[in-house]
């Protein structure tokens, strides 16, 4: 199993561009997430999705998009990309509800970096 | 609204000595907690959690944590700190709302020296 994997690893934008970002699992898991990684600040969460063809807000959703088209994978796009942007976006996936589908399971990341 | 505090930005420790790292949580209702361990440039990797039974969990690479109620703490600790225990840490509580969703705490850098 590879778990969850992101592509890509790392981009670089100028400001007003857009992208997106894949993150694909092979657990069978019900649930994604996309959260961005700031020096100081933890893991927020951008989106989340509880199944196939669901989106839900997370904390700060604002200039990102994402679309949960087949259970394995999960898309997070950026329509015109800010320097407020720049940070390490990370995937993760997990069973859902119950004793052992609570724990997320993360991926490697993406760092991006828009100028 | 739930959130997570790590009172301490880092942690240093001689190897060989115990390591600490502090989380305290407030959550309505009863806690789901974790902890998380984040080595360079790669992904969170889960360590252990908190669901119910008994206070203190057991986890990966030796790590152990106290779940404290009266004290909404939830601890990592480990016997005898290894350099390769150097990473940032994370403490997570779970959103007892629909979506599983983790909050998490800033983060404790924690590094072991030899």
């Known amino acids: 199993n590879a778990g969850v994997t992101q592509t890509p690893k790392f981009r670089v934008l100028k400001t007003g561009q857009s992208m997106t970002l894949l993150c694909a699992q092979d657990?069978?898991?019900?649930?994604m997430y996309w959260y961005r990684q700031d020096p100081g600040m933890g893991l927020r969460l951008i989106h989340y999705?509880?199944?196939?063809?669901?989106?839900a807000k997370g904390e700060v959703p604002d200039g990102y998009n994402v679309s949960r088209l087949k259970k394995q994978n999960f898309l997070l796009g950026l329509e015109s990309a800010a320097p407020s942007q720049t940070s390490v976006y990370f995937c993760?996936?997990?069973?859902?509800?119950?004793?052992?589908?609570?724990?997320?399971?993360f991926g490697p990341g993406t760092r991006l970096l828009v100028l | 609204a739930q959130s997570v505090a790590q009172p301490e930005d880092q942690v240093n420790v001689a190897e060989g000595n115990p390591l600490t790292v502090k989380c305290t949580y407030s959550?309505?209702?009863?806690?789901?907690l974790f902890w998380y361990v984040q080595y360079p440039n790669r992904g969170l990797q889960f360590l252990l959690k908190?669901?119910?039974?008994?206070?203190l969990v057991k986890g990966s690479y030796g790590f152990e944590a106290e779940f404290n109620k009266s004290q909404t703490s939830f601890h990592l600790k480990k016997p005898s700190a290894l350099v390769s225990d150097s990473a940032l840490y994370f403490c997570?509580?779970?959103?007892?709302?629909?979506?599983?969703?983790?909050?998490f705490g800033g983060g404790t850098r924690v590094l072991v020296k030899p």
């Open positions: 959550v309505s209702g009863n806690p789901y």
């Open positions: 997570a509580v779970r959103d007892g709302a629909a979506g599983n969703k983790l909050t």
């Open positions: 993760a996936s997990s069973g859902g509800i119950g004793s052992t589908g609570e724990t997320q399971y």
């Open positions: 908190y669901i119910t039974g008994d206070n």
């Open positions: 999705s509880v199944g196939e063809g669901t989106t």
């Open positions: 657990m069978n898991h019900e649930y």
